[in-house]
């Protein structure tokens, strides 16, 4: 059972930053493909960011490219979202999750495991 903690969250004005950490309990990190997703109030949780076991590989949504950095440090088993230039639209509560394989990067379904989610709110 993998564990995971986010942290980082808050509130901040438009065209601000926030760094996200979400800390892994697992020893095995590295093998761990590692997504960043959020949900906004009545909408659906939807895919932000993933990074490979390695950090060799990333993607992003469209929303984001350009503005949102994934990074992966399996020394301290600790996976980073830096989010710059940030909007309005970016309010919601941010997840990580974590999985060893699945058939999509990109759908909440092929993660395994979830942290409890931190809350960020971009004000206009």
């Known amino acids: 059972q993998v564990q995971l903690v986010e942290s980082g969250g808050g509130l901040v004005q438009t065209g601000g930053s926030l760094r996200l950490s979400c800390a892994a309990s697992e020893r095995t990190f590295s093998r761990y493909t590692m997504g960043w997703f959020r949900q906004a109030p009545g909408k659906e949780r939807e895919f932000v960011t993933y990074?490979?076991?390695?950090?060799?590989?990333?993607d992003y949504a469209d929303s984001v490219k350009g503005r949102f950095t994934i990074s992966k440090d399996n020394a301290k088993n600790t996976v980073y979202l830096q989010m710059n230039s940030l909007k309005p639209e970016d309010t919601a509560v941010y997840y990580c999750?974590?999985?060893?394989?699945?058939?999509?990067?990109?759908?909440?379904?092929?993660?395994?495991?979830w942290g409890q989610g931190t809350q960020v709110t971009v004000s206009s």
């Open positions: 990074i490979s076991g390695s950090g060799g590989s990333t």
């Open positions: 999750a974590a999985r060893l394989s699945g058939r999509s990067y990109y759908s909440v379904s092929s993660y395994d495991y």
